[in-house]
């Protein structure tokens, strides 16, 4: 097995059986809805339907690119997808490099034999697409029949890791090429670091048509590594918020909301504060059964959006919410009147 297989085998083994959370969290527990004790609603009818880049969805969830590059990841990849093909929602493959560099891998992400129909997300690192040929990038999500691409920018992650590639130059240049180049749309995916105001206008302006935050508080890819070899130390925690992250950039594009989203619940809270959908990847990796963990994301949310008095989602994106603690601080820091949500 080659380098980047066992790291791939690696990464999945060390999700499952260690403790590579962040200790602090997303920001979730931060946000509480304003009850509606008097809804006025038939919950059965409340519509959690939503659109992706002009599919209809069931609902405004994604299960999050994981995996892929190595033998078990085959499984794991079939499984998922099968989930997303039951409950019409999206679904993210993991980076795609190991294919790229190694075609006879294509199987390991190829999921269309069990999810005829489902919306596939690609993956090809942000560090990669400044060195690698369009064409070649092209031909990777041809074979898997991908329907957006998503361009991970995990510059913490590379930075930590001991085989590491931290040469970031040139990679918007790439990423505006790729627009150019590419008839499927471009989501620029963070991995756990989460993505600032700056950060999202110069994704924007090179063309990315939508945002994946993947804020600080869920995975720790930095703990990852440091269980991997001996990398920087010192980074554990470091990142932006994912609620902070979702209200920095909600203005700019539209977002998925991802990074310690551990339930419908959170989905509901990422979707008032701005996200148009939400996407978690650990949660279902480690369920036993994903099809049944997406069932219960999708009764959380609808249970959310009854409790607070809203029909559909764009109700629910103006919905009334408190603020409250590190959140509030660091949100403040950044001159947001929180206080707004509250009495919109």
């Given amino acids: 097995m080659g380098k980047i297989q066992s790291r791939k085998e690696e990464h999945v ?25 008097v809804p006025e609603l038939d919950m059965g009818k409340i519509d959690i339907g939503t659109s992706f880049f002009g ?10 690119g994981m995996t892929g590059g190595y033998p078990k990841a085959k499984e794991i990849n079939k499984r998922l997808a099968a989930a997303a093909a039951e409950h019409n929602v999206p679904f993210g493959l993991g980076s795609q490099r190991a294919m790229v560099e190694n075609p006879i891998l294509t199987q390991t992400y190829a999921v269309r034999d ?12 942000a560090a990669q697409i400044a060195h690698y040929p369009i064409a070649k990038i092209k031909s990777a999500l041809e074979a898997i029949d991908a329907n957006a691409l998503a361009v991970h920018l995990n510059a913490l992650q590379e930075a930590v890791q001991p085989e590491g590639d931290r040469n970031f ?47 600080s508080g869920g995975t720790s890819w930095s703990k990852v590594e440091y269980l991997r070899g001996k ?11 994912t609620v902070v992250s979702i209200v920095s950039c909600a203005h700019h594009l539209p977002l998925i909301a991802s990074g310690g989203v551990r339930s419908g619940l ?9 996200a148009k959908m939400a996407a978690g990847a650990h949660p279902f990796l480690a369920a036993k059964n994903p099809a049944d963990e997406m069932g219960k994301w999708k009764m959380q949310l609808r249970t959310a959006m009854f409790l607070s008095g809203c029909a559909n989602l764009e109700k629910l994106g103006k919905s009334r919410i408190f603020v409250t603690g590190r959140t509030k601080q660091l949100l403040e820091c ?11």
């Fill in 334 to 344: 950044l001159r947001v009147d929180v206080s707004e949500y509250a009495m919109r």
């Fill in 169 to 215: 130059e040139g990679v918007l240049h790439a990423i505006s090429r790729l627009s150019d180049s590419l008839k499927i749309p471009i989501i620029a995916k963070e991995t756990g670091a989460g993505i600032c105001a700056d950060s999202a206008v110069r994704l924007k302006n090179a063309g990315v048509q939508m945002l994946n935050v993947s804020g």
């Fill in 266 to 274: 959170d989905a509901a809270k990422a979707i008032a504060l701005g």
């Fill in 55 to 64: 599919r209809k969805m069931d609902a405004p969830l994604i299960i999050d």
């Fill in 231 to 241: 990398p920087v130390e010192g980074f554990e925690e470091w990142g932006i918020p």
């Fill in 13 to 37: 083994r060390i999700c499952l059986e260690e403790d590579v959370q962040y200790a602090r969290g997303p920001g979730f527990s931060d946000i509480e809805f304003l009850h509606n004790s």
């Fill in 114 to 125: 069990v999810a005829p129909d489902v919306f596939i997300i690609g993956n090809i690192g």
